[in-house]
């Protein structure tokens, strides 16, 4: 199983442009999410999907939309960048039973915004 | 989302020396998970703490859910070069039995001096 994989690795914008990260996971996991991670900020939740069809704002979700159109996918878009959108990107899933909380992460996607 | 705080923000020990960082909050929590974060990957999930007093290990790693259900501790014995990298706290926000979302403490730096 290769768990959460997101495409691309890295990518550079310019103001303006948009763009559209790509997570997948084949755990068959009910619950996905999109955090960015910025220096001494940690990890903070964008937007969320607790299943195939729905998505929901997290805690961060201004300039940014998803979609989740299959159950093993969920996408990240960014419309029009910024550089304050300037970032590291990760994806993560979990099972979605009620007190299990564990989430399992993508290798992340490094995003710079000229 | 609810502030978790972690401490120390950063320790550099000794090849060999046991390692201690814990994690605490003004709400209680019913979860607490442990996650590292290598340079330049996704965090990946060391430890998941589900029941008050609890004290699991994993290999050298030793976490335990703290009693009053407002901390937990993390413990690394016998500390290696490849312990390096920055251990999160995480818990399901909002505080409370099962939640879809996490909130993340802002991370112990680690560094072994070989």
């Known amino acids: 199983n290769a768990g959460v994989t997101q495409t691309p690795k890295f990518r550079v914008l310019k103001t303006g442009q948009s763009m559209t990260l790509l997570c997948a996971q084949d755990?068959?996991?009910?619950?996905m999410y999109w955090y960015r991670q910025d220096p001494g900020m940690g990890l903070r939740l964008i937007h969320y999907s607790v299943g195939e069809g729905t998505t929901a704002k997290g805690e961060v979700p201004d300039g940014y939309n998803v979609s989740r159109l299959k159950k093993q996918n969920f996408l990240l878009g960014l419309e029009s960048a910024a550089p304050s959108q300037t970032s590291v990107y990760f994806c993560a899933s979990s099972l979605g039973d009620r007190g299990r909380d564990e989430q399992f992460f993508g290798p992340g996607t490094r995003l710079t915004v000229l | 989302g609810q502030q978790l705080n972690q401490s120390p923000q950063s320790m550099f020990i000794q090849e060999g020396e046991d390692v201690s960082m814990n994690c605490t909050s003004s709400s209680i929590f019913n979860t607490w998970l442990w996650y590292k974060q290598d340079p330049g990957e996704g965090p990946v999930l060391l430890i998941a703490l589900y029941k008050a007093g609890e004290l699991t290990s994993n290999g050298r790693l030793t976490a335990q859910f703290g009693i009053t259900r407002k901390d937990s501790f993390l413990n690394i014995s016998a500390s290696i070069p490849s312990d390096v990298g920055i251990y999160f706290c995480a818990g399901p926000y909002p505080p409370g039995a099962g939640s879809y979302q996490l909130t993340f403490g802002k991370g112990t730096k680690l560094s072994v001096i070989p």
């Open positions: 755990m068959n996991h009910e619950y």
